[in-house]
């Protein structure tokens, strides 16, 4: 069973300049899960969909983020324009509820220069 | 004062050696605990997950919790040089970690000496 897909692996951009990331969950997978890992940090939530709705983004920057889930199977999370302290790896979860084990996709780093 | 705390080392071990990694906790609202294995440009992958107190055991693993001292623990026992990546522990109120939440801790770097 294929695992949880992240594109791109890595991103470099310049300061102000848009980026976006792009997810697709586990086969099945109804809740999906942004998070944010700094280096030498744990991840920390940002966003998290129940098919199509985003039930949890308490923790999204909502000025310069944003995040889709459209059909409730793939999501994009954008950063527009990106400073230079969202340098950091960007990771999607996946599971079938919100009561079940969260699985990891590799993240996307992003260097903002 | 962060709701988890952990070491984050390095620690360096000779293969072999039994590995104890540990967390603290100040929440007493956690009920679940998970050990997540991170290896070097790699998402984390699910090791151990425990509920409430007690010991979890699955091959060389062994997860204990302790919530009267708030304080969670994970052993590795035969440790291989496989073993080095970063160890992340994580809890949460609810099953899953989904409705409220998984706070992390910062992660400890393992490194098994061949």
Redesign the interface.
């Known amino acids: 069973e294929a695992g949880v897909v992240q594109s791109p692996r890595y991103k470099i951009i310049e300061k102000k300049q848009p980026v976006a990331f792009w997810c697709n969950p586990i086969s099945g997978h109804n809740t999906l899960y942004w998070y944010l890992q700094n280096l030498g940090q744990g991840p920390e939530l940002l966003i998290r969909y129940e098919n199509e709705e985003a039930v949890d983004d308490s923790q999204l920057p909502k000025d310069r983020f944003s995040a889709e889930r459209l059909k409730g199977v793939d999501s994009t999370l954008k950063i527009q324009p990106a400073e230079l302290g969202d340098s950091a790896v960007y990771l999607c979860a996946s599971s079938f509820g919100e009561r079940d084990t969260q699985y990891f996709g590799p993240g996307t780093r992003l260097t903002v220069l | 004062q962060k709701e ?1 705390e ?1 070491d ?1 080392g390095p620690l360096s071990v000779p293969e072999g050696a039994i590995v104890s990694l540990n967390c603290t906790y100040s929440n007493s609202a956690f009920q679940y605990f998970m050990w ?1 294995r991170q290896y070097s ?6 090791l151990m ?1 425990t509920y409430s107190s007690g010991n979890k055991e699955d091959g060389r693993f062994t997860a204990q919790v302790d919530k009267s001292s708030k304080y969670i623990s994970l052993f590795i026992r035969d440790s291989q040089p496989s073993d080095s990546a970063t160890y ?1 522990c ?1 809890m949460s109120g ?6 409220d ?2 706070t ?4 400890t770097h393992l490194i098994i000496q061949p």
């Open positions: 988890v952990q984050p997540y440009r790699k998402g984390p992958e699910l997950y992340l994580a609810r099953s899953g970690g989904g409705a939440g998984l992390f801790g910062k992660g």
